[in-house]
């Protein structure tokens, strides 16, 4: 992985953050490392019935199902380009203060760097669009725009309900499905 400072030769200072950058067709965004839990190469899913197109499926992964969102098509409408560089990405999904977090899939395409930086040279650019809440603040750079993804608002309660069933999937009854 290649990691860009935002200013070569200068030790980041403590409050910078680790972010993993990643592209949507040829438009670049971010996700906070603290937010990761794992990346994975891509790899072979459970399609769920039923679900938006953007639900690319589930695996089971330590001993739980993890249901997994392509982030391209969540976001354009086209689904992540299979490439080498494209991820499985696991993060950890808390949509509030009151439940514990839970791991997310995101496929990510060319989620191969890293940028340290300051949190605050990310800046709101003015725009509120409630169907891609996601789609937090941008900082800008020799490169162009660079969007900050917020995981914790990935999900609508209706997807959240879906993916996120109570009781749990288990996964006996995940590994002797069809």
């Known amino acids: ?6 200013k070569r030769g200068v030790s980041p200072a403590p409050r910078n953050k680790l972010f993993l950058l990643f592209r949507v067709g040829q438009e670049r965004y971010a996700l906070e490392a603290a937010d990761i839990a794992e990346v994975l190469p891509r790899l072979r899913l459970k399609p769920v019935a039923q679900t938006p197109h953007w639900v690319a499926g589930v695996f089971a992964h330590r001993g739980a199902i993890v249901p997994v969102i ?11 380009q299979v490439r080498t560089s494209t991820r499985l990405v696991l993060v950890h999904y808390r949509p509030d203060a009151e ?6 899939g995101l ?20 725009l509120d669009n409630p169907l891609a809440r996601y789609l937090g603040p941008v900082r800008e750079d ?16 209706p997807v959240r309900e879906l993916l996120y069933p109570e009781p749990p999937l288990s996964l006996e009854l995940f590994e002797d499905a069809p």
Not at 1 to 6: P, R, Y
Not at 107 to 126: N, S
């Open 70 to 80: 392509d982030l391209s098509a969540l976001t354009f409408g086209h689904a992540a």
């Open 107 to 126: 496929i990510l395409e060319q989620a191969t760097d890293t940028l340290r930086c300051a949190p605050g040279e990310f800046k709101e650019y003015g």
């Open 1 to 6: 992985m290649i990691e860009h400072s935002a």
């Open 142 to 157: 020799e490169h162009g725009l660079l969007q900050w993804v917020r995981v914790q608002d990935l999900l609508s309660d």
């Open 99 to 104: 439940r514990p977090s839970q791991l997310l």
